[in-house]
């Protein structure tokens, strides 16, 4: 009887080959009995939490400081103690657009105040979602003037009658409720994000098409970075806002120079990022990141004008 039960011991479950380790060499599945008391379910539990924690912190500290670190472990083959690139993404793209949500202001309703408002330029990169807001806050500003002025016949000829109603109606709800077109645009966001992803890569790979590295090299290096624009993105827009809320006017300075440093960290981050991933001299990285920039930077300003023309379509 203990005779069969080495055996079985042995043995995969699954396959029934002869085991060589945990794990069985020809279908995967590891030695493992899943039918335990609850004290043994607890406890494994707290093993993996306690593992998964381990891996995140292990992740986010090259990845906030050591650029291109993380891209080069995972390309060579080190992937086991890191959290996998688009898993990371993932959760840091869905965090960081519930924050954004949550800090940009309510517009003013008021025509004269949306106007000033408007005008006003931005004056820093952690102001960049308030550009919805301004937009909205334009319509409702000329709508104003428009019911100030001779009425005028303002029927589109390319619409039909209904699309007319249903266009018209659609401008009063988001006028009179801007919050349905911001919460909108943050739930499109992620999604937009995702889809320049891509695109970044496939600059990356005309840019080093000699290099002879695969496109998915290239999307490593995409999610790291991206991973990491979020992460500093909501870092330095939380250091905006404290310094804006907080009484304590000793405090203010530094948390202004720590912001400054943030945003300053970000475009340098992803310059070392190319150099050290990429391994060229400094003068081809710095034309390629130029370019690479530009390139990416018309793509994502277009893709932000389309997504709040979308935003407030279908809001």
Known sequence: MSNKMDASADQCDNCFTSLQGDFCHQCGQEKKSYIRNVSGVVTEFFGEFSNWDTRVWRTLVPLWFRPGY???????????????????????????FLIFAKLVPEPTMNGATAGGAAAQPVQNAGQGQNVLSQVIDEINHDLQLKQQSTPVN?????????????FEAKVEAIVANPKLA?????????????LLLPLFALILKL??????????????????????????SVLYLA????????????????????????????????????????RQSWG????????TSSIYNVLFVAAVLGLIVLSILWS
């Not at 993380?70 to 793209?93: A, E, I, M, N, Q």
């Not at 911001?182 to 995702?194: D, G, R, T, V």
């Not at 006017?249 to 340098?268: D, E, G, N």
Request: hydrophobic share 50%; charged share 15%.
């Open 70 to 96: 993380l891209s080069r472990r995972y390309v060579d083959g080190h992937r086991v103690p890191y959290v996998p690139p688009l898993r990371l993404y993932l959760f840091t793209s869905i965090i960081t």
């Open 154 to 166: 303002s029927k589109a000829d390319f619409l039909s009658d209904e699309a007319q109603q249903a």
């Open 182 to 194: 911001i919460n909108k645009f943050f739930s499109l966001a992620p999604q937009m994000m995702l």
């Open 207 to 232: 840019m080093y098409l000699r290099s002879n590295r695969y496109y998915m090299e290239h999307l490593i290096v995409a999610l790291h970075s991206h991973s990491f624009i979020l992460q500093f």
């Open 239 to 278: 250091l905006q806002t404290l310094s804006q809320h907080i009484s304590w006017p000793w405090l203010i300075t530094p948390l202004q120079w720590l912001a400054t440093a943030v945003l300053y960290w970000i475009p340098l981050y992803l310059l070392l990022c190319q150099k050290f991933y990429y």
């Open 284 to 291: 081809k990285t710095l034309l390629k990141f130029w370019l």
